[in-house]
């Protein structure tokens, strides 16, 4: 377990050192959310209504940016081939990275959200609300993710090809966001959309590294 | 004694025997299509709400269980690529893919052709609908995973990978859609306590649906055919290309 989190350690020094990474995905957020009432209209009810929507939508294609790189680097310098070598089976290597990936880049998205929920007029009572879906939903999309990142490794144009793959993968984990989020506005029951936004994200972290180091392995031999 | 798959395996074998069965498969195909397009317009009575365009049904119902089942036979064949290695697994997975997608996209065609009359929309966020949308994305992804990656071997297993995923992910869309509700009728054909619709529409209906399944049987076995010729077409180029680099090597030798 400790060489687990060596790794995820690891990764998380190497994006704080590498940088840009973050600061990217969390600049496309900002401008996407920005760009939305230039293009619709300031109509601040309009804005307030659709606010949750918009930030789980820019949220997905912010962290997709950054998916690309979870395996890449390693992958083409032969990090990855020492990693599979070592104590570590494969899909605990897909894990970590994908944990890391969590840590680096979904969880800052989902902390800028509220701010950026300002901007767009969001009710107050929903912030809590919307800060936990993210929390909760965003594993599914780190681990989700990393299928794609493994798939498209060594694909031409791998950047556009894993979002065909994995945004429609993400459509329950965007459905019950939403819903625990309109929920919490009007008069249904937030319990439920949350325990099965949690069941999403638990079933991710199983699927996605067995997925991902299935498709690691094929490439690597 | 062999089993039928083992002996299929073999790709000689299967164009011998998929080019006896072809001609009469494709004209089974035709044959059944042509009688329940008969009974479609002939024989079955105009709805008594949608009127003469309910008929679109005996095309759009049929395709969106090709556009199922055809999903279902890619994720079979992946699971035989990934765990049989069987080699004729690929083909028919690669094969199967834009002919899903086809059938996925007459079922969304016709449905929208259908829904102006019927809701007075071509197009509604309803949760069939979306679950096939998505349906239809998860064909497009796998056809574009496979193009995109050169290395053929490579390509396959991946895409087999992103298959089997997907039909772990098809369920949980499906039911993730259905969460809100639904303007698109219920099952009405395939569900406990029998069908209920009419027999004199369902009877149509079914001989549409088992055409539509011979007609897809023949085209999956025609793309088959041509990606097994196709392989082979590129094992002989390539064959050809290390020939001649090998006779200018001599020649330069000399």
Request: charged share 10%; aromatic share 8%; glycine share 8%.
């Amino acid at each position: 377990m400790s060489a687990f989190f060596t790794l995820v350690a690891r990764d998380l020094k190497l994006a704080v050192r590498q940088g840009g990474a973050l600061g990217t995905a969390l600049g496309f957020y900002l401008i996407v959310v920005a760009m939305l009432p230039l293009g619709l209209g300031a109509d601040l009810n309009l804005l307030s209504r659709i606010a949750p929507g918009v930030l789980w939508i820019a949220l997905l294609l912010s962290a997709l940016l950054s998916l690309g790189r979870v395996f890449e680097s390693d992958f083409e310098d032969g990090s990855l081939d020492v990693l599979a070598t070592g104590p570590l089976p494969l899909e605990l290597i897909a894990a970590a990275k994908a944990l890391a990936h969590w840590i680096s880049t979904s969880v800052p998205l989902a902390l800028l959200a509220p701010v950026l929920g300002i901007l767009l007029n969001l009710k107050l009572v929903a912030y809590p609300m919307l800060v936990a879906t993210m929390l909760i939903g965003t594993p599914a999309v780190s681990f989700i993710g990393a299928i794609g990142a493994a798939l498209t490794l060594r694909a031409r144009r791998g950047g556009l090809l894993i979002a065909l793959l994995v945004l429609p993968l993400y459509v329950p984990t965007l459905v019950f966001g939403i819903a625990a989020i309109s929920a919490m506005l009007g008069p249904d029951d937030v319990a439920a959309p949350l325990l099965i936004l949690t069941a999403i994200s638990l079933g991710a972290t199983v699927l996605g590294p067995v997925a991902a180091a299935a498709a690691l392995r094929t490439q690597m031999q | 004694m062999q089993s039928i798959t083992q002996r299929l395996a073999n790709p000689t074998q299967f164009m011998r025997l998929s080019a006896r069965l072809l001609p009469w498969v494709a004209a089974l195909a035709a044959a059944i299509i042509a009688y329940g397009l008969y009974l479609a317009f002939f024989v079955a009575p105009p709805d008594y709400l949608h009127g003469e365009i309910a008929r679109i049904m005996f095309i759009h119902v049929p395709s969106a269980w090709m556009a199922m089942a055809c999903y279902a036979l890619i994720a079979v064949s992946a699971f035989g690529l990934l765990v049989f290695r069987h080699p004729l697994a690929d083909v028919s997975a690669k094969a199967a893919a834009p002919i899903g997608a086809a059938f996925t996209f007459l079922a969304l065609f016709t449905g929208s052709l259908w829904g102006k009359p019927a809701w007075g929309t071509y197009w509604v966020w309803d949760a069939r609908l979306t679950s096939v949308l998505i349906l239809f994305f998860l064909y497009l992804g796998l056809i574009a995973l496979r193009s995109s990656i050169e290395d053929e071997t490579l390509a396959s297993k991946l895409t087999a990978i992103l298959a089997l995923v997907g039909i772990v992910m098809l369920p949980i869309i499906k039911f993730s859609v259905d969460w809100g509700n639904t303007l698109h009728q219920p099952s009405s054909v395939l569900k406990l306590g029998g069908p209920t619709i009419h027999s004199s529409i369902l009877t149509p209906l079914l001989v549409m649906g088992a055409g539509f399944l011979v007609l897809f049987i023949a085209m999956h076995l025609k793309a088959m055919r041509n990606e097994i010729l196709r392989r082979r077409v590129k094992a002989l180029q390539l064959a050809e290309v290390a020939r001649v680099q090998a006779g200018q090597v001599t020649a330069a030798a000399e």
